[in-house]
């Protein structure tokens, strides 16, 4: 039997993305169609989903909600994949300038919780037969944003006293909470009771996160690693105890790499196409990169590349204060990021005073991001958490080694090209123990000592981008979640 499955989340690649959630929502959904699911989505209506869905209709009217005057439900579908997609249409709450969360000077919108209730609540509504057409069995929702669906149903089912969809809650980020005023919780129309420890509050304050980790059937996160390190008080932003106690419905299901995106063999917006066995064209990217970027065009220098949210979890503070070594050896960095304007100011300047070696650029661009990808000798991304990373997975698929600290995802896709790790031919990347300086560096040093050494640094190359891992795995891995629940 097909198994209706809603996903709810704020981002979908192409439409809108601001970091890896947004690529797993464009990719997850047609890898679990492909596997005979039926699958939807529902995205809040911001500028670019409007303007980038085909053929949008109205589903139902809402009226006023959530301090929107008109809120209506649309029903569309996505050119890039053909996915069917749920839209809410409210203007005074969707249609802003910039960033979905974050106003121009980096603070999160005012009325955020009304924003992502409206998300939360319509996908109840939908699970409550809205579009008569569609019924979900299965509301699967992504990251604090769709935190309150689970709570909106388990509201209806007891009102109703039956069960009305089963629910899956996606931890992308724990670091995201979704945390508002207690006094918040009265524009949500959830029961009183539900403003509880034993619910959606969390110290005092409102918890769109919590309130998924608590009310959803089942609990999954993006990688088997953190999986296990969220239910430490270390790494458990004050949830761990709640998700030690939902150990049993809790999964980690590493996520994918979409190939038909990610792919050096066929991807036309790189100087030139190249694979494991095809390895020159990668060196035209190569100097192509520092042609873009203005460094010294060295075929040689070892070319360490950055493609990143500009945020403490990346811990790209640390990679500025072991930039000397890379620098000493004669290395070169590039680096595409957009975030923390301190860390943005710290990268360039460092980068003015190095012109011919560390080049940076402000901003958001995803063919830039292809251009690094393919262009770097080593990807960096030494996070100080890490709850899967795709970053590091499009560069082991490019050949550009991967330099890693050891947590979360990051832990469980990449192995460090540490001598008995070539021997046993396993290496595909850098992988440091410590957040410390000493131990980044050390991983540096591996990083050159490898480069100078050509056949095994190929070799190491060639086995990266041999590496599976495509979403089949996985989407077989939420299919089986999803038969269990229904
Ligand atoms: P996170 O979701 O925490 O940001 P991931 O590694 O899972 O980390 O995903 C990041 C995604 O966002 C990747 O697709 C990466 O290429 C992309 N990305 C991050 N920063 C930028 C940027 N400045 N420009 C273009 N793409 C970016
Ligand atoms: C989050 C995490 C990242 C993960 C992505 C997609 O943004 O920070 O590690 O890969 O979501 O799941």
């Known amino acids: 039997m097909t198994t209706r499955a809603l996903h709810v989340a704020s981002e979908l690649y192409p439409l809108l993305k601001t970091g890896g959630l947004a690529d797993v929502v464009g990719a997850l959904p047609p890898a679990l169609i492909e596997r005979g699911a039926d699958v939807r989505v529902l995205l809040p209506g911001f500028p670019s989903v409007a303007a980038g869905l085909a053929d949008l209709k109205p589903v139902a009217q809402f009226g006023n909600r959530f ?226 970027f203005g460094i010294a065009e060295k075929g040689d220098a070892l070319l360490f590349g950055v493609v990143s949210r500009l945020t403490e979890q990346k811990g790209l503070d640390l990679l500025l204060a072991t930039l000397p070594e890379i620098i000493r050896r004669g290395g070169q960095l590039v680096v595409l990021g957009t975030g923390d304007p301190a860390l943005e100011n710290g990268l360039l300047r460092v980068a003015q005073a190095h012109p011919d070696t560390v080049a940076v650029e402000r901003g958001f661009d995803e063919t830039l991001a292809h251009m690094i990808v393919a262009g770097s000798d080593v990807i960096a991304v030494p996070s100080r958490f890490e709850p899967c990373g795709l970053t590091q997975l499009y560069a082991l698929a490019y050949g550009s080694l991967p330099l890693v600290h050891r947590v979360g995802g990051l832990a469980d ?28 560096r050390a991983a540096i040093r591996r990083a050159f000592a490898l480069y100078a050494r050509r056949t095994d640094w190929k070799a190491t190359q060639q086995r990266a981008m041999r590496q599976d891992f495509g979403w089949g795995a996985s989407a077989e891995r939420y299919l089986a979640l999803y038969r269990e629940l229904v």
């Open 413 to 440: 896709t990449v192995l460090d090209a540490s001598l008995e790790n070539l021997a046993d031919d396993l290496a595909t990347g850098f992988v440091f123990e410590h957040f410390e300086p000493e131990a980044l």
């Open 67 to 292: 301090g929107a005057a008109s809120v209506t439900l649309e029903l569309g579908t996505l050119p890039s994949t053909g996915i069917a997609v749920y839209m809410i249409r409210a203007d005074e709450l969707y249609i802003r300038h910039g960033n979905p969360y974050l106003d121009d000077d980096h603070v999160p919108y005012g009325d955020n919780a009304q924003r992502f209730a409206l998300l939360g609540w319509t996908a109840a509504q939908i699970a409550q037969h809205v579009d008569p057409a569609w019924v979900p069995q299965i509301v699967h929702c992504h990251d604090w944003h769709a935190g309150l669906a689970p709570a909106y149903l388990k509201a209806a089912e007891r009102e109703k006293g039956k069960t009305i969809a089963r629910t899956i809650f996606s931890v992308h980020n724990l670091a995201y909470q979704g945390i508002f005023p207690a006094r918040q919780f009265a524009l949500l129309g959830l029961p009183a009771d539900f403003f509880n420890m034993h619910g959606v509050e969390f110290y005092g304050q409102l918890s769109f996160l919590k309130a998924g980790l608590y009310y959803a059937d089942r609990i999954t996160t993006v990688s088997p690693t953190y999986a296990r390190e969220i239910q430490t008080l270390a790494q458990g932003g004050g949830l761990d105890a709640l998700l030690r106690e939902r150990s049993k419905d809790l999964s980690g299901i590493l996520n994918g790499v979409d190939y038909a995106v990610w792919s050096p063999i066929n991807d036309t917006t790189v100087a030139a196409r190249y694979g494991p066995s095809r390895l020159p064209g990668k060196r035209a990217c190569k100097e192509a990169l520092q042609k873009r």
